[in-house]
């Protein structure tokens, strides 16, 4: 059978290194460059379906953190039983990739001033917009210094983390408050949804841009079964896998309710 | 491996469930090949209703031991968008035994009564581009609240009104969630049905992780995917054995040995559903293993 190329693909690990409490896999993967902000719906090619409950079913959505020619970086947390049997693989086991898919951030406009904000797991996709851009303040959030470690995936970060053990004590948004007042700055943030609530309204508050990476459960990450959707202040529904993940925020009334969370 | 269903001449005898595979999408998200080599041999369209409808608040998704629960509640932009807009976008081309032939367009309608499907068929009657009807009766009626599909008098009468309104093939999806699914099918035929499908999601649930209430926004959905494989070949057989028109088999098929499975109780077509979710030229892997893998 010939290889059309729009099916989901068998792939190689090419390593597993943990970041803290993050497991970073690196996949070999000849597919276009992945854009800032894109993911790719991923499941293991042995097990899947052998944990509790018979889970992992469907594949799991994860942002693209790092690429480089051949190769592509996923930040990964254990969190249910997808992610558990992801964040076990070792190099040369294979997986099963459907991607990149969904919209990116969009570039910085001329005069505008790139202001990365992340939050836990969410920090991953920033890691791949800081290494596009040639100049960005990089603020992050922590719950504690083992998730803190992913900080290390940035070149400039700044770190708050809610124990004070790494960096300032307290949010992220404490750091960000601050630089909203300079001329020109753009918000890129991906993070838990209180994390992106507080954002989306402090840049509402002040009137700056901001784009936010969004997270829900998906099936199948390409348009098909308008599972993943998120209200819009205009009433209606976005695919987060196909209008997404990454939204203008003047486009949403609010982050609450019905943004779900990774398994 | 090419077959005739209702006067349609297809490539392979696998299609996708409706509302398992949006075409469209699919070819901007992954690239012009989705148009060019279709994985499925016809074409069913998501159920379009006669106004726009934005569907059910989230969540509307549910993993399930070996399937999943969905509470999707059929957005879409209406019958005048579809016909407008999207049907003339859908020229899709599907490699068959004599090269790349046409992809035929089943375009699926629900109405909430008689005179709702009956401008939906008039509207879509005169389209060439559609090539045949698929009519989901797992829809309430307005009146009774009871599925118009789930009681075969219903569901008889229903398509008695609405059947000379087109010329097209009509297919009939029709409910698992009946007591007898195949009298139900056996009012479609005697209603002037061309085709049934089946089966449907099964209708489900799922609690939330702190057991306060249902998980789904729309509180209840429908479970597809393995976990329903064997209830779908049980009302597949029964449907098979009660009808003379052609039938349409799905319900959790991952490869080609469950399309086989299908076939053997005696569906002439199969379609692909929950598994398109999981790889998106699933259709294309299961019709190519089809017309290769011996029994």
């Known amino acids: ?263 | 491996m090419s077959v005739e269903f209702c006067g349609l001449r297809l490539a392979h005898p696998v299609i996708n469930g409706s509302g398992t595979f949006d075409a469209l999408a699919a070819a901007r998200a992954l690239g012009p090949g989705v148009e060019e080599d279709f994985p499925f041999a016809a074409y069913v369209s998501k159920t379009i209703t006669l106004e726009p409808r934005a569907g059910n608040p989230p969540p509307r998704l549910w993993e399930a031991a070996a399937g999943m629960i969905n509470s999707i509640g059929l957005p879409n932009r209406g019958v005048d968008s579809y016909l407008g807009q999207d049907l003339p976008r859908m020229r899709f081309t599907v490699t068959g035994a004599e090269g790349p032939v046409p992809v035929p367009v089943i375009t699926n309608v629900m109405g909430s009564d008689a005179a709702q499907i009956a401008r939906l068929f008039e509207r879509c009657d005169g389209e060439p581009a559609i090539a045949a009807l698929e009519l989901n009766v797992s829809c309430p009626n307005v009146a009774t609240g009871l599925d118009i599909g789930a009681d075969p008098a219903e569901l008889e009468s229903v398509l008695r009104a609405v059947r000379p309104l087109t010329a097209k093939p009509l297919i009939v999806k029709l409910t698992p969630n009946t007591a007898d699914v195949a009298a139900c099918a056996a009012a479609a035929e005697a209603g002037g049905a061309d085709a049934v499908s089946l089966v449907n999601t099964i209708r489900a649930m799922a609690v939330r992780p702190d057991l306060s209430g249902p998980w789904l926004g729309g509180r209840s959905g429908g479970l597809s995917g393995p976990a329903i494989r064997h209830t779908a070949l049980a009302q597949v057989s029964a449907v098979c054995s009660r009808v003379r028109i052609p039938v349409v088999g799905m319900g959790g098929v991952q490869n080609a040995r469950h399309a086989r499975e299908l076939m053997a109780v005696g569906a002439a077509l199969v379609a692909v559903g929950t598994e398109n979710f999981r790889d998106p030229a699933a259709g294309r892997r299961i019709a190519h293993g089809l017309a290769s893998q011996p029994i």
């Open chain 1, 1 to 263: 059978m010939t290889d059309t190329g729009y099916g989901t693909r068998t792939l190689g690990v090419a390593q597993r290194r943990q970041v803290g409490a993050y497991t970073l896999l690196a996949v070999h993967d000849d597919a276009p460059a992945p854009r800032p902000g894109q993911f790719a719906m991923l499941a293991a090619a042995d097990g899947w379906g052998g944990g509790e409950d018979e889970r992992p079913f469907l594949p799991r959505a994860v942002s693209v953190c790092g690429h480089e020619e051949g190769r592509v970086e996923y930040l990964l947390e254990a969190v249910g039983p997808g992610t558990e049997l992801l964040c076990g693989l070792q190099a040369g086991a294979r997986l099963r990739a459907l991607g990149p898919l969904g919209n990116g951030f969009s570039a910085p406009r001329e005069g505008e001033h790139a202001v990365l904000v992340g939050g836990g797991i969410g920090v991953a996709p920033l890691v791949l917009l800081e290494r596009r851009l040639s100049a960005a303040t990089v603020l992050l959030g922590f719950r504690d210094a083992p998730r803190a470690a992913a900080a290390g995936l940035f070149t400039a970060p700044r770190v708050a983390t809610d124990d004070g053990s790494v960096g300032a004590h307290g949010s992220v948004l404490a750091l960000l408050e601050p630089e909203l007042a300079a001329q020109g700055a753009k918000v890129y943030a991906c993070g838990p949804t209180a994390m992106l609530e507080a954002v989306r309204a402090l840049c509402d508050e002040r009137s700056v841009a901001c784009e936010l990476a969004l997270e829900s459960p998906m099936a199948c990450g390409y348009g098909a079964c308008w599972g993943c959707v998120v209200p819009l202040s205009d009433g209606s529904y976005a695919r987060l896998c196909f209008d997404g993940p990454v939204i203008d925020a003047a486009r949403l009334d609010r982050v609450g309710e019905g943004f779900g969370a990774a398994s």
